[in-house]
């Protein structure tokens, strides 16, 4: 291959979340010698620091608008400037901001669909706007990539999918070892070492349910040495610290920012919990199944094909405080079920969800779309 295939990465935001994750993946495992990454975001944020740190060339083009025509000139001039063969928007607001900048240079289109815009619990009006957007979204699009069997099947239940492929988002068992020293993480907090420490590492959203979360600590008898610690951002952090104090559970929660530190996150945890509402494929989850760890999540979307009760983690009803807070208390006092359930998921990462694999599969794809539209010399 004489030239470098050169692909434009575009992501909704600068904040690194599950998506952002599996584009930073993603990009350090390409070929170089085959794939020339860039990346659009559409804030500021650490992954973009991150991207710019480590030499990949990132643009940002301010706007939390989904379908922004002001920014689609701009995004153009980003592809005729570099020369970009392949545009691969992931997520929902960066296709919409990317496809018709794509379709006008007539350069083929990749769509990573992380879970789609349309979810159960919005009402008739909005669900109905959703799906007609994604169905725009999916005519623009040259190929389809879903991270889970459940979001092909649920797209395709809805509108026409031309091409379409699931690719399991990929793990790095370097980066997330469950081998890793000592994390320093409990002596910071003040953890006792026979403390049950329970994890929930997110960005704090509605998505993910924290006063789920925050309801089931408040259900959990005081005398057990049961610790929380939430990591991250996000638009219900205050409410939750606010629902926290209500229900006076706050001083048994430790509340800190995001971090970057997030293997040394989940060595020091016991327990990982994701009671989220929906999800596409939950690469936080994944992370914590990588660094062995007995994970609790909620039976939805992409976690079901992940997720096998009580054989690589446990499983329980959405938005069901009394069940998770059963399942904690369950996992809390039985060790023994604990580092089965870790050693099972392990081997779950290890077999399903390996990055190597993932990022094999979609650079065929690049390769396969580049040759279709003549970009392709070899």
């Known amino acids: ?26 990009i350090e495992q390409l070929n170089s010698e085959h794939f020339e990454s860039l990346l659009l975001a559409f804030t500021e944020g650490p992954m973009v620091d991150k991207m710019r740190a480590r030499g990949i060339k990132t643009y940002v083009l301010k706007t939390e608008k989904p379908f922004d025509f002001t920014k689609w000139g701009q995004v153009e ?11 691969h928007a992931h997520g929902t607001r960066a296709n ?9 240079c007539g350069i083929p289109l990749i769509y990573t669909v ?4 349309f979810h159960p619990d919005q009402s008739f009006f909005v669900k109905k706007i959703r799906l007609f957007s994604e169905s725009q979204l999916i005519k623009k699009s040259d190929f389809t990539i879903c991270v889970s069997n459940n979001n092909l ?10 091409e379409a492929k699931v690719i399991r988002s990929g793990i790095d068992l370097d980066k997330f070892n469950y081998r890793l020293g000592v994390s320093g993480l409990r002596g910071e907090f003040g953890i006792g070492e026979r403390d049950i420490l329970v994890g929930y590492v997110v960005r704090i959203t509605k998505q993910k349910d924290p ?9 959990i008898p005081e005398d057990l040495k049961i610790k929380f610690l939430f990591v991250g951002e996000g638009d219900l952090k205050e409410q939750s610290i606010a629902l926290a ?5 706050h001083d048994r929660i430790i509340f800190t920012q995001f971090r970057e530190d997030v293997p040394a996150v989940l060595k ?9 509402l929906w999800e596409g494929l939950p690469i936080g989850l994944l992370e914590a199944m990588a660094m062995k760890k007995a994970v609790i999540a909620t039976a939805i979307d992409g976690t079901k094909e992940v997720i096998e009760h009580m054989k690589n983690g446990i499983l329980v009803p959405v938005s069901s405080p009394q069940v998770l807070a059963d399942s904690i208390v369950m996992l809390a006092g039985n060790v023994e079920l604990l580092n089965s359930l870790g050693a099972n998921a392990l081997e779950t990462i290890k077999r399903d969800y390996d990055n190597e694999r993932m990022t094999k599969q979609i650079e065929n794809i690049y390769i396969e779309l580049s040759r279709r539209n003549g970009h392709l010399k070899l």
């Open 153 to 162: 099947l649920d797209g395709r239940s809805h509108f026409k999918i031309a």
């Open 77 to 87: 001039k980003i592809l005729v400037d570099n020369k970009i063969d392949i545009v």
């Open 96 to 104: 919409s901001n990317s496809f018709y900048a794509a379709r006008k």
């Open 245 to 249: 104090k209500e229900l006076k559970v």
């Open 1 to 26: 291959m004489k030239n470098k295939i050169k692909v434009l990465h575009t992501i909704r935001q600068g904040k690194i979340g599950g998506g952002e994750t599996h584009v930073i993946n993603l």
């Open 114 to 117: 992380h879970g789609w815009s």
């Open 268 to 276: 020091a945890i016991d327990i990982y919990c994701l009671p989220s």
């Open 211 to 219: 006063f789920t979360l925050i309801k089931a600590i408040s259900l």
